[in-house]
């Protein structure tokens, strides 16, 4: 987290560790739901909204980042240029749940 300016007293405190456990674990339980989901919808009703629900879900995680990053948009928890990463990576997974969402599905007239 040196890139990020936190504090070694932050870093070693015991509630700092619970924290990052549970992230790391609720992104890996994010993510196992995403890829079920999107296997299991069946329909493109079924899978459209599912894609809606989690583009709703990742642009508040944009949010999130956004707000703690150094940026003109953000109040600069976290220090550097390395801070706005995280935010610009779920910007891109937000553009993808956006385009599953609201673009329809090329069908092939061969097929």
């Not at 070693?12 to 990052?20: E, L, M, V, W």
């Not at 919808?41 to 150094?70: I, N, P, Q």
């Amino acid at each position: 987290m040196e890139p990020y300016g936190v504090p070694e007293a932050t870093l070693a405190s015991p509630h700092y560790q619970d924290a990052i456990l549970w992230v790391y674990s609720h992104m890996i339980v994010i993510g196992l739901l995403t890829g079920c989901l999107g296997i299991i919808a069946e329909g493109e009703r079924a899978k459209k909204w599912t894609a809606r629900l989690l583009l709703v879900v990742h642009l508040y995680y944009t949010y999130l980042d956004t707000r703690s990053s150094d940026s003109f948009l953000g109040n600069a928890l976290y220090k550097g240029t390395a801070s706005i990463a995280p935010a610009l990576i779920v910007a891109m997974v937000s553009i993808l749940f956006a385009h599953a969402s609201f673009c329809t599905r090329s069908r092939s007239s061969n097929g």
